[in-house]
């Protein structure tokens, strides 16, 4: 009878001895694990994107970080959207604008009234910064091809988008993705602070 307690107390000695070495492997195991989920989620559902420039101004402003839902999850653009996308033939670096109209809509713009119409429609724009005066070269009225959207920057009269004929409308394949939440603010152009009240789902 003595003889096994004190097998069994040497037993639960080793374990007592080997617990530290297994705790550490199980705290890498799940370290490792837990990057290898953050690596996979960045790189296929969502992106870290800055805002850079005033062009979405008062919407979003310059250096703000948002997270972009990737395109292959979110490809169905809607009126409204806040999206990111790649024209390199544009510009070399990622633009942030707002969809306006999608593919087989008619975009027509007064820019005398500063005003602008979807199929006929005149579109009620809470967001913007100032009405719609700057032309940039397309011709309107214009019917958005399938497969494309018409985007625009918030701060109309301070933005290069769809209304420059060297962008036009997009290819949805030049689509990034859509924001969707805005993770850290950038310095607003008003007050030269930072608003973390801003932080959260961008409407």
């Not at 972009?68 to 544009?90: A, M």
């Not at 985007?151 to 301070?158: Q, S």
Request: aromatic residues 10%; hydrophobic residues 40%; charged residues 30%.
């Amino acid at each position: 009878m003595l003889e096994h307690e004190n097998d069994k107390q040497e037993l639960d000695e080793e374990e007592v001895e080997s617990r530290p070495g297994r705790d550490l492997y199980e705290w890498m195991q799940a370290l490792v694990c837990s990057v290898l989920v953050v690596v996979l989620l960045f790189t296929f559902v969502v992106r870290l994107i800055g805002v850079d420039g005033h062009s979405m101004v008062p919407t979003l402003q310059d250096g703000d970080r948002l997270l972009v839902l990737n395109s292959i999850l979110y490809d169905d653009y809607q009126y409204g959207d806040i999206v990111v996308l790649r024209k390199e033939s544009f510009l070399a670096e990622p633009i942030v604008k707002r969809v306006i109209a999608t593919g087989g809509q008619t975009v027509d713009i007064d820019f005398e009234t500063g005003s602008v119409y979807v199929d006929g429609e005149l579109l009620k724009e809470d967001y913007i910064n100032e009405l719609t005066f700057l032309e940039e070269g397309t011709e309107f009225p214009l019917t958005v091809p399938e497969g494309s959207i018409f985007v625009m920057g918030d701060n109309r009269n301070n933005s290069n988008d769809s209304r420059d004929y060297r962008l036009g409308t997009v290819d949805t394949r030049y689509v990034i993705g859509k924001a969707v939440f805005l993770a850290f603010p950038g310095t607003d152009e008003s007050t030269g602070e930072r608003d973390f009240g801003r932080i959260g789902v961008i409407a």
